[in-house]
Protein backbone atom coordinates (compact mmCIF):
# COMPACT_ATOMS: atom_id res chain seq x y z
CA UNK A 1 0.00 0.00 0.00
CA UNK A 2 1.38 3.29 -0.83
CA UNK A 3 1.67 6.16 1.17
CA UNK A 4 1.21 10.25 0.78
CA UNK A 5 2.65 12.62 2.11
CA UNK A 6 1.64 16.03 2.80
CA UNK A 7 3.55 19.18 3.72
CA UNK A 8 1.56 20.75 5.86
CA UNK A 9 2.04 24.68 6.33
CA UNK A 10 1.09 24.87 9.92
CA UNK A 11 4.39 26.26 11.54
CA UNK A 12 4.41 29.11 8.17
CA UNK A 13 1.61 30.36 9.47
CA UNK A 14 1.96 30.71 13.38
CA UNK A 15 -0.96 33.27 14.08
CA UNK A 16 -4.19 34.49 12.75
CA UNK A 17 -4.31 37.65 10.83
CA UNK A 18 -6.19 40.37 12.64
CA UNK A 19 -9.09 41.33 10.52
CA UNK A 20 -10.69 43.44 13.01
CA UNK A 21 -12.18 46.77 10.93
CA UNK A 22 -10.56 45.33 8.02
CA UNK A 23 -11.72 45.10 4.43
CA UNK A 24 -12.48 42.26 2.25
CA UNK A 25 -9.83 43.80 -0.03
CA UNK A 26 -7.35 44.29 2.65
CA UNK A 27 -7.34 40.88 4.05
CA UNK A 28 -7.35 39.37 0.79
CA UNK A 29 -4.00 41.25 0.25
CA UNK A 30 -2.48 39.98 3.77
CA UNK A 31 -3.36 36.66 3.20
CA UNK A 32 -1.37 36.64 -0.57
CA UNK A 33 1.54 38.55 1.28
CA UNK A 34 1.82 35.50 3.84
CA UNK A 35 1.44 33.09 0.94
CA UNK A 36 4.12 34.53 -0.65
CA UNK A 37 6.49 35.20 2.16
CA UNK A 38 5.64 31.36 3.23
CA UNK A 39 6.81 30.31 -0.24
CA UNK A 40 3.36 28.60 -1.16
CA UNK A 41 3.21 30.92 -4.08
CA UNK A 42 -0.26 30.78 -5.58
CA UNK A 43 -0.72 31.80 -9.30
CA UNK A 44 -3.24 34.35 -8.15
CA UNK A 45 -4.82 35.55 -4.79
CA UNK A 46 -8.20 37.65 -5.41
CA UNK A 47 -11.30 39.08 -3.65
CA UNK A 48 -13.78 36.57 -4.83
CA UNK A 49 -16.08 39.75 -6.73
CA UNK A 50 -12.93 40.81 -8.84
CA UNK A 51 -15.03 42.63 -11.05
CA UNK A 52 -17.26 44.41 -8.08
CA UNK A 53 -20.42 43.28 -9.29
CA UNK A 54 -22.76 44.89 -7.50
CA UNK A 55 -25.10 41.24 -6.76
CA UNK A 56 -22.85 40.78 -3.77
CA UNK A 57 -24.88 37.61 -2.30
CA UNK A 58 -24.06 36.00 -5.86
CA UNK A 59 -20.44 37.36 -7.30
CA UNK A 60 -19.31 37.86 -3.55
CA UNK A 61 -18.33 41.14 -1.37
CA UNK A 62 -16.46 43.83 -2.52
CA UNK A 63 -12.97 44.75 -1.62
CA UNK A 64 -14.54 47.69 0.34
CA UNK A 65 -16.80 46.12 2.08
CA UNK A 66 -16.06 45.16 5.44
CA UNK A 67 -14.34 41.96 6.30
CA UNK A 68 -17.32 39.46 8.12
CA UNK A 69 -17.06 39.51 11.95
CA UNK A 70 -16.06 36.14 13.50
CA UNK A 71 -18.92 33.46 14.19
CA UNK A 72 -20.73 32.81 17.29
CA UNK A 73 -21.05 30.53 19.99
CA UNK A 74 -23.68 28.14 17.87
CA UNK A 75 -21.69 28.04 14.93
CA UNK A 76 -24.02 29.81 12.74
CA UNK A 77 -22.05 32.49 11.04
CA UNK A 78 -18.71 31.03 10.08
CA UNK A 79 -15.72 30.84 7.64
CA UNK A 80 -15.48 28.19 5.35
CA UNK A 81 -12.24 26.82 3.04
CA UNK A 82 -12.18 24.37 -0.09
CA UNK A 83 -10.65 23.12 -2.77
CA UNK A 84 -12.46 22.58 -6.02
CA UNK A 85 -10.67 22.11 -9.60
CA UNK A 86 -10.61 25.23 -11.66
CA UNK A 87 -12.89 25.68 -14.95
CA UNK A 88 -10.05 25.18 -17.00
CA UNK A 89 -6.60 24.26 -15.16
CA UNK A 90 -5.52 24.14 -12.03
CA UNK A 91 -7.18 24.02 -8.47
CA UNK A 92 -9.15 26.84 -6.57
CA UNK A 93 -9.09 27.33 -2.71
CA UNK A 94 -12.23 28.94 -1.92
CA UNK A 95 -12.68 30.80 1.64
CA UNK A 96 -16.30 31.98 1.72
CA UNK A 97 -18.66 33.04 4.75
CA UNK A 98 -21.52 31.06 5.95
CA UNK A 99 -24.63 31.56 8.11
CA UNK A 100 -27.86 30.00 8.75
CA UNK A 101 -30.60 31.93 8.48
CA UNK A 102 -33.17 30.95 10.57
CA UNK A 103 -36.80 30.99 9.56
CA UNK A 104 -39.28 29.73 12.00
CA UNK A 105 -38.26 26.00 13.34
CA UNK A 106 -35.36 25.72 10.05
CA UNK A 107 -34.12 27.79 8.11
CA UNK A 108 -31.24 27.88 5.29
CA UNK A 109 -27.23 28.50 5.19
CA UNK A 110 -26.66 31.18 2.71
CA UNK A 111 -23.00 31.35 1.69
CA UNK A 112 -21.46 34.88 0.40
CA UNK A 113 -17.79 34.38 -1.33
CA UNK A 114 -14.67 36.50 -0.36
CA UNK A 115 -11.69 34.67 -1.94
CA UNK A 116 -10.49 32.79 -4.74
CA UNK A 117 -6.99 31.14 -4.84
CA UNK A 118 -5.56 29.41 -7.74
CA UNK A 119 -2.76 26.75 -7.61
CA UNK A 120 -2.33 24.79 -10.51
CA UNK A 121 -1.55 21.27 -8.22
CA UNK A 122 -3.92 19.62 -6.21
CA UNK A 123 -1.05 19.08 -3.49
CA UNK A 124 -0.14 22.81 -3.63
CA UNK A 125 -4.00 23.70 -3.13
CA UNK A 126 -4.16 21.99 -0.25
CA UNK A 127 -0.84 23.13 1.16
CA UNK A 128 -2.06 26.79 0.84
CA UNK A 129 -5.80 25.86 2.21
CA UNK A 130 -4.10 24.53 5.21
CA UNK A 131 -2.12 28.10 5.28
CA UNK A 132 -5.09 29.93 5.14
CA UNK A 133 -6.85 28.08 7.33
CA UNK A 134 -4.71 28.52 9.67
CA UNK A 135 -3.80 32.35 8.76
CA UNK A 136 -7.84 32.67 9.42
CA UNK A 137 -8.30 30.76 12.47
CA UNK A 138 -10.66 28.54 10.91
CA UNK A 139 -9.11 25.48 12.55
Known sequence: MSTVELDLPVALAPAALDSLGKTVGQVVDRIGRHLRAADLEPEWV???NFVDDAHE???GLKADAPWPEPGDLHNRRRLCVSV???????????????????VGDGGHWTSVPL?????????????????????????
Request: some cysteine; aromatic content about 4%.
Open 46 to 48: VVA
Open 57 to 59: SVR
Open 115 to 139: VRIKTLTRSHAWSVAAAASRMLDID
Open 84 to 102: STGHCEGWLVQIDHVELQK
